[in-house]
């Protein structure tokens, strides 16, 4: 059995990771001793599954792992850490201070594979977090990078923007198949980035547990899990559906003489795009340890996984990109909205009021200082973004791709709108401005990913655009209520 994989020459992590993610669920209703609690982590290291998986948000988790580390220096575990900041401005001290405070937690010298968690993509922050970890990772402090809950346009766009990321942590189960999307296929093959999976058992539900039961009220769920992965069902099409591919795979399982949870996730973890599925753990109160071992021994037959995918097609695809159950309505979280991951998202932009019936957004970029113009203008109830490239304060985005440098524009546009009180669903006409025809499908298609269902008029040519640079420019025009 194959227990470790590389995800590049110098990070090799465990097939199967251990999360502690039901560390915080575990302190709502009780003090825990990381101290005490970390010793709880020897079975696990004992039996070959020496990746943990943890967050700023975990509760003690990183704790419980620095006194693991101190009390077994000898160990060799490879740790896995994530920085959730709140929406909003991200600056190079903010982020010196979250990655210092792990690593003091942690007791390392270093961090193995750091992943960042963004709210808010129009506002740019995201790319400043970013660019501000990989200077942490030029230093040593940070061995590599790595994101969780990103889409392939946004993965796109950091790739190509010159981040080093090596892998994307994102829900992936047979009730949730976004990961196999074209778009992360195709982004995740060019540039070399594989997928870490959780939620493979889904909080549990994926387990004989659930299996020919009643379906359970939201209130009646014990668990954060629980209560996440319940919306899963209801978006995936329901009860009805949930236990009919329950039943299917639990046919496989015992063909293989394996438990429900242990075909689902051999399921996930045999698609090529994945390099480790993560499995949660309660620390002290259930391990799952010989169960997890029983995952790397099945070998699931053609007809086996046939027979899965076909059961997929009768459910409802999840909506949205992978991590858009983060970012939009529906939201897939334990509570079903944001509440209790932040209070709001910050303007992106400067606002000033020109007139009574006018206002403008600025970015603050010199062109707009000495061209005398806005990022965007309201008047009444009138929207005009102007002419919009891929420039972040003094960097370019998106380097040479065309597609991605679309897609960071978009995102600027979305923010400026927002921020004079409308919606993307407000525009009703785009303009596109293109240096190379050869881009112009490319540019299309990601202009369609972010217009789906909105579909307003459009202008595309090809132009002389200032600047190099830039292969795409682009204004748009809304009207807000």
Same mark, same amino acid.
């Given at each position: 059995?194959?227990?470790q ?23 709502r ?23 943990f998986?943890?967050?700023d ?85 940070i ?45 995740c ?56 591919i ?7 399982a ?51 996984? $046939?027979? #899965? ?10 909506? &949205?990109?992978? %991590? !858009? =159950? /983060? ?38 970029t ?83 990913? $972010?217009? #789906? ?10 132009? &002389?655009?200032? %600047? !190099? =640079? /830039? ?11």
């Amino acid at each position: 059995m194959k227990t470790q994989t590389s995800l590049t020459s110098d990070l090799k992590i465990s097939r199967i990771i251990t999360g502690l993610w039901q560390i915080a669920d575990i302190e709502r209703n009780k003090k825990i001793d990381p101290k005490e609690y970390s010793r709880t982590l020897t079975p696990y290291v004992d039996a070959g599954f020496t990746t943990f998986d943890m967050a700023d948000h975990y509760g003690s988790s990183e704790l419980i792992l620095g006194h693991f580390n101190s009390e077994n220096p000898t160990s060799n575990l490879t740790l896995l850490t994530k920085w959730v900041p709140k929406p909003g401005p991200v600056s190079r001290n903010m982020v010196k201070e979250a990655v210092h405070l792990a690593l003091k937690r942690l007791k390392r010298p270093n961090i193995d594979l750091l992943q960042y968690h963004a709210w808010h993509y129009p506002d740019p922050s995201w790319i400043d977090a970013l660019c501000y970890l990989k200077e942490l990772k030029d230093e040593g402090l940070i061995k590599h990078i790595g994101v969780t809950n990103f889409d392939a346009a946004h993965l796109r766009i950091a790739l190509t923007s010159g981040i080093p990321i090596v892998s994307n942590q994102i829900s992936h189960s047979i009730l949730d198949d976004r990961a196999r999307s074209k778009e992360m296929e195709e982004v995740c093959k060019k540039f070399n980035v594989k997928l870490i999976a959780y939620g493979v058992v889904m909080g549990g539900f994926l387990t004989q547990k659930w299996l020919g039961k009643s379906e359970p009220t939201q209130e009646s769920l014990k668990t954060w899990s629980e209560m996440k992965y319940k919306r899963f069902i209801d978006a995936s099409g329901g009860w009805e559906g949930y236990q009919n591919i329950l039943g299917i795979v639990d046919g496989i399982a015992r063909d293989h003489n394996a438990s429900i949870a242990n075909i689902c996730s051999k399921f996930v973890l045999d698609n090529p795009m994945v390099s480790s599925i993560i499995i949660g753990a309660r620390l002290g109160e259930s391990d799952h340890i010989k169960e997890n071992t029983n995952i790397l021994s099945i070998d699931l037959s053609d007809a086996q996984r $046939k027979t #899965i995918e076909e059961a997929q097609k009768s459910l409802k695809a999840i909506p &949205g990109n992978c %991590g !858009d =159950e /983060y970012r939009k309505t529906p939201y897939l979280t334990a509570s079903g909205d944001l509440s209790h991951h932040y209070k709001k998202i910050p303007k992106v932009f400067d606002q000033a009021a020109l007139t009574k019936q006018r206002m403008s957004v600025s970015s603050g970029t010199k062109w707009e200082s000495i061209a005398g113009y806005s990022r965007a203008i309201k008047h009444k109830n009138r929207i005009l973004v102007s002419g919009t490239t891929a420039t972040h304060r003094d960097m370019l985005i998106g380097s040479n791709d065309a597609a991605a440098q679309t897609y960071f524009i978009l995102d600027k546009i979305e923010a400026a709108i927002g921020d004079l009180g409308g919606s993307l669903s407000d525009v009703v006409r785009t303009r596109i401005y293109i240096k190379n025809l050869s881009d112009w499908e490319s540019v299309a298609k990601a202009h369609g990913e $972010k217009f #789906i269902g909105i579909n307003p008029a459009n202008t595309m040519v090809k132009a &002389g655009l200032i %600047g !190099d =640079e /830039y292969l795409v420019e682009i204004e748009a025009e809304a009207e807000s209520t």
